[in-house]
């Protein structure tokens, strides 16, 4: 690695320790080049301010996120399986990236067009996932849904309510029980009897 993406990356983790101590709003550019261990006018030469390295930091996390997600799903047997998966996953790992967890909950963040930004093509890489299990259901036939979209945009919907549950409230055992019941009452409503 370069003495550049070194620099990054160091700029980045401290921005990720700030971020998750301070909050997305509380850290600032010189706490962050602090921690850095650099002056403020060597951060701006890698990050132009505090959105860019919000959206960077944000990024990093959602990338990770996503590919939690693809290899839980990859190693589920079948459809079903790999919804459980995606939304066990998902709930769990969200919950671990601070950052992430933070700018999807708090309406507050909005006022950065960055987190706005990242919460719709978030919302939007869900709802196509979702969907295209729920098509694979209906073409292997294990599913009888008129309308994969709807159904998708209403269980990222659901997946949503219960972010706050997983994250303040409650164990991941407690919450895996709430949606493994949550996701047998979308199956055994949809899947086709015979």
């Known amino acids: 690695m370069g003495k550049s993406n070194r620099a990054r990356q160091q700029i980045l983790e401290s921005a990720r320790r700030c971020f998750s101590r301070d909050g997305l709003t509380g850290a600032t550019v010189d706490v962050i080049a602090q921690e850095a261990g650099m002056a403020k006018s060597s951060l701006y030469y890698y ?45 769990r790992e969200l919950s671990r990236m601070v950052n992430v967890s933070s700018a999807l909950q708090d309406d507050y963040l909005r006022q950065y067009a960055v987190i706005d930004n990242m919460r719709k093509e978030y919302d939007q890489y869900e709802v196509a996932l979702f969907q295209s299990l729920l098509e694979k259901g209906c073409r292997e036939g294990r599913f009888n849904i008129d309308d994969p979209h ?21 164990s ?16 055994y409503g949809m899947v086709k009897r015979e």
């Not at 949503?160 to 549950?165: A, Q, V």
């Open 47 to 91: 990050y132009r301010g505090k959105e860019a390295l919000i959206k960077a930091v944000l990024d990093e996390e959602l990338t990770q996120v996503k590919h939690q997600i693809r290899q839980a799903m990859a190693q589920a047997d079948g459809v079903l399986e790999e919804m459980r998966a995606f939304v066990l996953t998902r709930m």
């Open 150 to 170: 709807l159904t998708a945009l209403s269980l990222v919907t659901a997946m949503k309510g219960l972010e706050y549950e997983w994250v303040v409230k409650r």
């Open 172 to 187: 991941d055992k407690e919450m895996a029980s709430i949606v493994f019941r949550m996701l047998d009452i979308l199956f």
